[in-house]
T-cell receptor, first 114, second 108 residues
Framework: GAGVSQSPSNKVTEKGKDVELRCDPISGHTALYWYRQSLGQGLEFLIYFQGNSAPDKSGLPSDRFSAERTGGSVSTLTIQRTQQEDSAVYLC????????????FGPGTRLLVL | GQNIDQPTEMTATEGAIVQINCTYQTSGFNGLFWYQQHAGEAPTFLSYNVLDGLEEKGRFSSFLSRSKGYSYLLLKELQMKDSASYLCAPHNTDKLIFGTGTRLQVFP
């Protein structure tokens, strides 16, 4: 079946512009995660959605970052007024229920802020 | 707080065995994942340990000691395609925490 998909696969933007990154989780998965991975670094947790519960936003690095999940499915990560240090690969993952389940990752969006 | 420690890089030869160690400190520990990540690709699930002991899955095995905050991933009969980063990821009641990963290079 279809895995986690993300779009765009690559995004180049200018400093100060806003960007939106999209994630389509595996159908039926109630949990959705966003991570950031800078070059040569590990995965940095950003935000976690579980069903209709309030999201865990504890990993968002600043108020320029926000995320929504509409209808319990598709999620959008928005970065406002992008900075060069926002350049990274943004990975989305989903799991069938929650944090104790295996997470299935999408291919990521490579963001470059000039 | 959370702390995960694993070697940054390791090298090995084709056909050999390699052990990648991971030590962690985390509150509310529930279990530990190992993920494989090839360069430029997304992480893929390898193993999940909840109880102490060794879990074997083909060429890959994973060990956990909850009391010592220690895990290792054992790769046998190494193949060139095993060259990748291996991410240790303990999870607690709040979230999954990924280490920076161990970059393994397999040489012929």
């Amino acid at each position: 079946g279809a895995g986690v998909s993300q779009s765009p696969s690559n995004k180049v933007t200018e400093k100060g512009k806003d960007v939106e990154l999209r994630c389509d989780p595996i159908s039926g998965h109630t949990a959705l995660y966003w991570y950031r991975q800078s070059l040569g670094q590990g995965l940095e947790f950003l935000i976690y959605f579980q069903g209709n519960s309030a999201p865990d936003k504890s990993g968002l690095p600043s108020d320029r970052f926000s995320a929504e999940r509409t209808g319990g499915s598709v999620s959008t990560l928005t970065i406002q007024r992008t900075q060069q240090e926002d350049s990274a690969v943004y990975l989305c993952a989903s799991s069938p229920y929650g944090k104790t389940e295996t997470q299935y990752f999408g291919p990521g969006t490579r963001l470059l802020v000039l | 707080g959370q702390n995960i420690d694993q070697p940054t890089e390791m090298t090995a030869t084709e056909g050999a065995i390699v052990q990648i160690n991971c030590t962690y400190q985390t509150s509310g520990f529930n279990g530990l994942f190992w993920y494989q990540q090839h360069a430029g690709e997304a992480p893929t699930f390898l193993s999940y340990n909840v109880l102490d002991g060794l879990e074997e899955k083909g060429r890959f095995s994973s060990f956990l000691s909850r009391s010592k905050g220690y895990s290792y991933l054992l790769l046998k009969e190494l193949q060139m395609k095993d060259s990748a980063s291996y991410l240790c990821a303990p999870h607690n009641t709040d979230k999954l925490i990924f280490g920076t990963g161990t970059r393994l290079q397999v040489f012929p």
